[in-house]
């Protein structure tokens, strides 16, 4: 009995990963490689798809990182301070401080005035941000709106930081009355 070669694949139409029957003959010259790409292709392809009927959620789908694709294969970590050099040498720090830079120019803050780093998205600085809230004022509390983003009460256990929700109007205003 022939044995039959078997590929784990994203399927489209059921949006899950599942076992199917590769129907590629050239898979079996090197069949890691072709699978993985397969399995790439056809994921691309989903979200390529899904990406059309994006609707609702705060994000921009109408960037490029084709630019930014030579770098996407370079392992790099921007671990510690933007403003100190680091012991690991591939690194992003001058583009990361060239960032905060434009920004304290926008908002007029002089060069020893202001720290900073870049995060990858919201969660992130708000927990920073709630982590310097903390030790700034160890005993304060947090008060905020029932409508802000889940990383706030998120970040409010993982700190062990009191937590008083404020409702909203209809609008999404902190009510204060």
């Not at 590769?22 to 399995?39: A, F, G, W």
């Not at 294969?73 to 591939?90: E, H, R, T, W, Y």
């Not at 969660?123 to 709106?145: K, W």
Request: proline share 2%; aromatic share 12%.
């Amino acid at each position: 009995m022939a044995s039959k070669n078997y590929y784990y694949g994203f399927q489209s139409k059921t949006k899950d990963l599942a076992l199917v029957e590769p129907h590629d003959e050239e898979c079996v010259v090197d069949r890691q490689r072709c699978l993985v790409t397969k399995i790439m292709s056809e994921f691309q392809e989903y979200l390529n798809e899904r990406s059309n009927h994006l609707l609702g959620y705060l994000s921009n789908l109408k960037y490029h990182l084709t630019d930014l694709s030579p770098l996407l294969i370079l392992l790099m970590n921007n671990v510690g301070d933007p403003f100190k050099q680091s012991n690991f040498g591939m690194h992003s720090k001058k583009i990361e401080v060239a960032v905060l830079d434009w920004f304290a120019q926008l908002w007029e803050i002089e060069k020893d005035e202001y720290w900073g780093y870049v995060t990858n998205g919201r969660t992130e600085g708000n927990l920073h941000g709630m982590l310097l809230g903390r030790n700034l004022l160890p005993d304060g509390i947090l008060y905020t709106s029932k409508e802000s983003h889940y990383s706030i009460f998120k970040g409010a256990r993982i700190y062990r930081i009191e937590c008083q929700i404020i409702g909203t109007l209809t609008t999404g205003e902190i009510d204060c009355h």
